[in-house]
């Protein structure tokens, strides 16, 4: 340890305030975690319906970063109706929206490194929030309409 | 609106970082093939299902080994390195001392999933040919 970090060089939070940026870098993370839960969810979910012996490991990990039944049709599951259900449908969709908000926001602070001009970063805001509801409505569509 | 950098990417991709700024380049470049591929799959999936052919050629390539074996890395590097940098956020008074060790430990973590899943592409590859 040296003598820098004998003083905590840390704000705490009641005194440095939430401002948007700050809001964002906690969501960030908030929203990592939560992938991890859904994850998981669907990790156990799959093995429970027999995953084991009807997917590879690979087809496993797909169908747990989301879990809509267009992941499990190439795989040698013979019933897909379990696979199909409307909590699954659900648990894909809480996934789907988690992942698009946190790349959304991960896509701008990354082109925001690289272009400094104000105009650049507010194009930058409208793509990007442009992007993000094409996408989210045609994940939606994928994940009920299948 | 963020800081004002303004590093011009010749001189960010010129950086001699060490093994703390290849997970952060490892990271982006994950994140950013995430964005592109995975919004790509999305929409290709969507236009397969309304009945337009280039849906239907795209998520070819999406299946196919190598694409998966890039998205694997992309969606498991990120994946695994976005935890670590969260667990470092959370106990950071704790972790932040040992954070070298701690990239010594993802990287083990990332070799043996990302080894299994690509040897599970291979295997399940040549097992339907």
Redesign the interface.
């Known amino acids: 340890?040296n003598a820098l970090q004998t003083k905590p060089r840390t704000v705490p939070l009641s005194k440095r305030g939430m401002s948007f940026?700050t809001f964002m870098w906690v969501f960030t993370?908030v929203t990592?975690?939560a992938?991890?839960g859904f994850?998981l969810v669907g990790l156990i979910g799959a093995i429970a319906m027999g995953a084991l012996h009807e997917m590879?490991?690979?087809?496993v990990?797909r169908w747990a970063?989301v879990s809509n039944p267009?992941h499990v049709e190439?795989t040698n599951v013979q019933d897909i109706a379990p696979w199909a259900s409307a909590f699954w449908r659900t648990v894909a969709s809480g996934m789907f929206l988690t992942?698009l908000a946190h790349?959304?926001h991960?896509?701008i602070?990354?082109v925001?490194?690289?272009v400094?001009s104000?105009s650049g970063?507010n194009w930058n805001r409208y793509i990007s929030m442009a992007?993000f509801f094409?996408?989210m409505g045609?994940?939606l569509?994928?994940i009920w309409?299948? | 609106?963020?800081l004002?950098?303004?590093?011009p990417?010749s001189a960010?991709l010129g950086y001699k970082g060490q093994g703390p700024f290849l997970a952060f380049i490892l990271h982006?470049v994950g994140?950013?093939g995430?964005?592109i591929f995975?919004?790509m799959h999305?929409?290709s999936?969507?236009a397969e299902?309304r009945g337009l052919a280039i849906g239907d050629a795209l998520n070819k390539v999406y299946?196919s080994p190598p694409f998966?074996i890039f998205i694997?890395f992309c969606?498991l590097f990120h994946?695994i390195n976005?935890?670590r940098?969260?667990l470092l956020?959370?106990f950071h008074a704790k972790l932040m001392?040992h954070y070298r060790k701690i990239i010594a430990v993802e990287w083990v973590v990332f070799i043996l999933v990302f080894g299994?899943?690509a040897v599970?592409?291979v295997?399940?590859a040549i097992g339907r040919m």
């Open positions: 340890m940026e993370r990592a975690l992938m991890y994850i590879t490991f690979v087809e990990i970063l267009g190439s992942a790349g959304i991960g896509v602070v990354i925001d490194d690289y400094a104000a970063r992007m094409v996408v045609a994940g569509y994928v309409k299948a | 609106m963020g004002k950098r303004n590093v990417l960010a982006r994140g950013a995430m964005a995975i919004t999305v929409l999936t969507f299902m299946t998966q694997l969606v994946a976005g935890l940098i969260t956020d959370i001392p299994f899943a599970s592409v295997a399940t």
